[in-house]
């Protein structure tokens, strides 16, 4: 899932809780395209967010979400999101693009296509690197609270985006 500038050629990763809605609205075009429909542009940027970081901030987006009842999406439920333990359970039985692994998400046919990648939490330090402006702060979640249950099972679902993000 990409975020293609055709003025500047180049494509940024758009892929959610990785601040994908403040990149569409900071990029002159908010189109998304399929991972196919980027191959012809030479600067490809992919944020890769730390994923257990990621996997947190999606529990507390879909828990104020239901809490508000604002989960249009449906899934997960509000049953789903009142632990940690419960929506852990679901992620790793479920497939959902705001937790699936980020590079599965940013590959084709095996092949991961970002042509440069960066720490999502660096993000606001190399932003104007390839942009002009200031990226704008949205849809962030204040943390709840988590604990150490199952980290195994999730540092295995994780295991390749932990490397990526480890080796940036």
Known sequence: MWIIDDKNQLAMSCVPKNGSTSMRNAMPNDDIFANDKVLHIKTRIAWIREPIARL??????????????????????????????????????????????????????????????????????????????????????????????RQDDIAEFYKEDSELWHGL
């Open 56 to 149: 947190k901030s999606a529990y507390a987006f879909f828990f104020y979400l239901n809490e508000k009842e604002e989960n249009g999406q449906r899934t997960p439920s509000k049953e789903q999101t009142s632990s940690w333990e419960k929506f852990v359970d679901h992620a790793l039985l479920s497939d959902n693009k705001h937790w699936a692994p980020q590079k599965e998400m940013l590959s084709l046919n095996g092949e991961y296509l970002a042509t440069v990648s960066h720490k999502f939490e660096n993000i606001m330090q190399l932003w104007s690197n390839y942009l002009p402006g200031l990226l704008p702060w949205q849809n962030a979640c204040t943390p709840l609270p988590t604990n150490d249950y």
